[in-house]
Nanobody
Framework: QVHLVESGGGLVQPGGSLRLSCAAS????????MGWYRQAPGKQRELVAT???????NYADSVKGRFTISRDNAKSSVYLQMNSLKPEDTAVYYC??????????????WGQGTQVTVSS
């Protein structure tokens, strides 16, 4: 019911910046929580940042002060601005959205993932 498409990943040198985007398509009543998660090789998927419909933000300690999450409700999109990137930020980044369907149900959707590699 909700399809997420991510973009913006790539290879960047340490200290560089990238901006990830995620756009949702599908007919829903509303999109509540939006967020970004990441999974490095051999590790579990972890929360990077979330932003509920209220607009308040939550960040993993490892990215505080370097990453900024934002959302555009009119475009059903969420963004992640990543600055001062470090090699340990290398991972596949996944977009997540929790939406309310037209019949009042809850749907939890994930993007396909976009690779971010931080290396010199």
């Amino acid at each position: 019911q909700v399809h997420l498409v991510e973009s913006g990943g790539g290879l960047v040198q340490p200290g560089g910046s990238l901006r990830l985007s995620c756009a949702a398509s599908g007919v829903v009543r509303s999109i509540n929580d939006m967020g970004w998660y990441r999974q490095a090789p051999g590790k579990q998927r972890e929360l990077v940042a979330t932003i509920p419909s209220s607009g308040s933000t939550n960040y993993a300690d490892s990215v505080k002060g370097r990453f900024t999450i934002s959302r555009d409700n009119a475009k059903s999109s969420v963004y992640l601005q990543m600055n001062s990137l470090k090699p340990e930020d290398t991972a596949v980044y996944y977009c997540n959205m929790v939406a309310v369907t037209l019949n009042g149900g809850r749907v939890d959707s994930w993007g396909q993932g976009t690779q971010v590699t931080v290396s010199s």
